[in-house]
């Protein structure tokens, strides 16, 4: 899934390529995708890009005054194109969901693998009138996220750290990756309760995701849109490298899978060198 560090990548890519681009078709080939109707996507027609924004992983198109807004998902991904096929694209099995087209021959696709179709695109007079950009809590590295109020919102927080890191409602942005890398940084255990923390564990944390959210939005700035996701991939340090030698320490990087997700950690740099329950692959083992 791209996270906070992809979409910001994104929308400098964008930002850098839109230029005074005007949107000249927007075309729909996964029904499913379009998730408003009013304004329709005939409104976008003509319009200038003024700006493109980030909102959590919530890529924002302002197109002078109405937004088209796009949440990639899990499977998600935008495809820029130098110069778009002809004609329009044909409904089918592939992984297509909508085509943006410009009024200069250039565009771009929205794709998404996998039979989960959870792709959206949103076009509304305000973000806000998106329900997921509406319930976002503070961006991670806005100036204004400052270690008090960090420890603030982990206040009275009864879950594990790796559930609360990735709320959506609580911070915006980090998912099952990036999670995975800022708790691997601090050397803490995805299991740790948020409300438990000291205040030098908070203090480590909050360090941990900055530096780690900050460093991957570095790594990504300049890429070219279609190597963003393997420019993500060769960064990560333990998330999707389960059986692997951790880089800080060597112990084998070790999995905790749950019913559709999984998370990875270093034992020696993380649990005290104690494997974290499995109850999935215990149930398995019985």
């Not at 998600?76 to 592939?94: I, S, T």
């Amino acid at each position: 899934m791209p996270e906070l560090p992809e979409v910001e990548a994104l929308r400098g890519f964008l930002t850098e390529h839109l230029g005074d681009a005007r949107i000249a078709r927007v075309l729909p080939v996964a029904i499913s995708v379009l998730k408003t109707y009013d304004p329709p996507l005939s409104a976008l027609e003509g319009r200038p890009v003024t700006a493109v924004a980030r909102h959590g992983k919530f890529l924002d198109l302002d197109l002078d005054g109405l937004h088209f807004i796009t949440h990639l998902a899990r499977a998600g991904w935008l495809q820029w194109k130098d110069r778009l096929p002809d004609g329009p694209p044909k409904p089918g099995k592939g992984p297509l969901a909508l085509r943006v087209a410009l009024d200069d021959g250039r565009g771009f696709d929205l794709t998404e693998a996998g039979t989960q179709k959870r792709l959206a695109v949103y076009v509304v007079h305000d973000p806000q009138e998106v329900p997921g950009i509406a319930r976002l809590g503070p961006d991670p590295l806005a100036e204004s996220f400052d270690e008090a109020a960090f420890a603030a919102l982990l206040k009275g927080e009864r879950r594990r750290i790796k559930g609360a890191l990735r709320d959506q409602s609580l911070i915006a942005g980090i998912g099952n990756a990036y999670s995975d890398e800022i708790l691997h940084v601090a050397r803490m255990s995805p299991y740790k309760i948020a409300d438990k923390l000291t205040a030098d564990e908070l203090h480590t944390l909050y360090e941990a995701m900055h530096s780690t959210l900050a460093e991957a939005v570095e790594r990504s700035q300049g890429v070219a849109a279609g190597r963003l996701k393997s420019e993500k991939k060769s960064g990560l340090r333990v998330h999707g490298r389960t059986g692997e030698a951790c880089p800080v320490c060597g112990d084998t990087i070790r999995e905790v899978s749950f019913h559709d997700s999984s998370l990875q950690y270093c034992p020696t740099c993380q649990t005290g060198g104690k494997p974290l329950a499995d109850r999935r692959m215990s149930r398995l083992l019985k």
